[in-house]
């Protein structure tokens, strides 16, 4: 069982940067995969980015390059540094786990948090 709280969601300008925190409770917490996801008013959930319990990382094609995600396995969080934002960006972001391997679509994942806000102004 794992429970995941996000944070460091806000809202910041056009080219500015965020970091954001997935941290999970659970001493096995290493071996899951985890996701970040976002949502838009009136949009689907879309895939972002994510990472395997051995570091392989996998991006959405609109953040790559920009967007960077990392894991610290002895404190037990997922990070999100987004980079040159901009308003297509504004969404609320979620991060989820899995015990298997690295997947983009959200319903393959067990284990939700259960947002942080991210708006980004013109």
Not at 32 to 49: C, D, I, T
Not at 84 to 102: I, K, M
């Amino acid at each position: 069982q794992v429970q995941l709280v996000e944070s460091g969601g806000g809202l910041v300008q056009a080219g500015d940067s965020l970091r954001l925190s997935c941290a999970a409770s659970g001493r096995t917490f290493s071996i899951y995969a985890v996701g970040w996801f976002r949502q838009a008013p009136g949009k689907e959930r879309e895939f972002v980015a994510a990472i395997s319990a051995n570091g392989y990382t996998y991006y959405a094609e609109s953040v790559k390059g920009r967007f960077t995600i990392s894991r610290d396995n002895a404190k037990n969080t997922v990070y999100l540094q987004m980079n040159t934002l901009n308003p297509e960006d504004t969404a609320v972001y979620s991060c989820a786990a899995r015990q298997q391997g690295l997947v983009t679509m959200p319903s393959s994942y067990g284990y939700w948090g259960q947002g942080t806000q991210v708006t980004v102004s013109s």
